[in-house]
């Protein structure tokens, strides 16, 4: 008998086409709602596996209503949507997606601090509203990438690959991590630093940490204050590691100088929101891997880590 497998949200035909091949498949078919909580509850009872994104919450609650699941296949590098220790205390697998996706989200990385530098959205819209009547010296004027200091709180893969990408603009990098990297620094010439001395000689911080209960909030308004009036923050990691209370209050004061977002706390992110209505603000709707290339390989790989644990193997990128 085919394992029955529920998939939360519209996949290409290709990756479907493979999972039905030796599964029973039951699928989300709205691409832009996500699967309402109470359909979750009622097709995870009696489903192998479960094929999810970061709009799922799989909490304890929910796992206790799945008597025969075996495995949880996020797409997606991070799994803060997953409650960790309820899926191995019932003995779930739960795998993710890393590492083909690494490249491309440093590159929307890259492109969110040099469009926040260059206040380049800013500026189209300013042509665009017919308010472009002449040049003047100071018109639109922006801060400069090439040999300014980048700082990258963070240096996983991706953050590795935005090093990279600086060196580039000859920026100098620095760096803060849980543990100092020492083959990366000659590798990328860059020097590690404390939370606090990144912060205050950077005039770009990239945050590019996982979110944690540690990270959470990690960036909150003592350390804004640290940042000088003229640095720019970018975050593509996560929403909650920078507090946005405290965010939208430097941004209004201008104790920095701008911010690009491509996650929030909450997403999607309402309209509403205190920090939309700032012109110092360049926001993307969380589209770090957003390359058709790339979302085919994490489909992709999702769909290998369920088949492969479904199979009774060893999936290539287990959480737990």
């Known amino acids: 008998m085919k ?11 290709v990756i479907v086409e493979r999972l039905s091949e030796t599964c029973e498949i039951r699928m989300w078919e ?32 929910l796992l206790d209503r799945a008597d ?8 997606a590098v991070g799994y803060n949507n997953i409650d960790i220790d309820a899926a191995k205390e019932r003995g779930v697998t739960v795998t993710n997606t890393p590492g083909v996706l690494t490249e491309t989200t440093a590159d929307l990385t890259f492109s969110l601090l040099m469009a926040t530098a260059r206040r380049i959205p800013e500026a189209s819209e300013y042509l665009r509203n017919g308010e472009w009547k002449t040049w003047s010296p100071m018109q639109l004027t922006g801060q400069d990438i090439h040999g300014a200091t980048l700082g990258i709180i963070g240096l996983g893969r991706i953050g590795e690959a935005v090093a990279k990408r600086a060196k580039g603009f000859d920026m100098k ?22 939370l606090h001395t990144l912060l205050r000689e950077s005039d770009f911080v990239c945050v590019l940490t996982p979110f944690t209960p540690e990270t959470k909030n990690m960036i909150d308004k003592e350390e804004l204050d640290r940042m000088k009036e003229s640095a720019i923050i970018i975050n593509t990691a996560r929403g909650g590691i920078v507090n946005e209370k405290a ?19 909450e997403e999607p992110v309402s309209l509403n929101h205190p920090l939309l209505s700032l012109p110092n603000l360049v926001t993307l709707p969380h589209i770090g891997s957003a390359s058709i290339a790339t979302r085919m390989k994490m489909a ?21």
């Open 3 to 13: 394992r029955k497998v529920y998939v939360t949200r519209k996949l290409p035909d």
């Open 247 to 265: 965010l939208y209050d430097a941004l209004k004061e201008k104790s920095i100088w701008a911010a690009g977002l491509d996650v929030f706390e």
């Open 30 to 61: 709205e691409e832009e709602r996500p699967v309402p909580r109470e359909v979750l509850e009622e097709e995870i009872k009696d489903v192998d596996g479960l094929y999810c994104l970061l709009t799922e919450q799989i909490d304890a609650p």
């Open 300 to 320: 992709d790989l999702a769909a290998t880590n369920l088949l492969d644990v479904l199979a009774g193997g060893d999936p290539p990128n287990k959480v737990v």
């Open 173 to 194: 990098v620095l760096y803060h991590n849980r543990s100092q990297n020492r083959e990366a620094e000659g590798r990328l010439e860059l020097h590690y630093t404390e």
């Open 68 to 75: 025969k699941l075996k495995v949880i296949a996020n797409m």
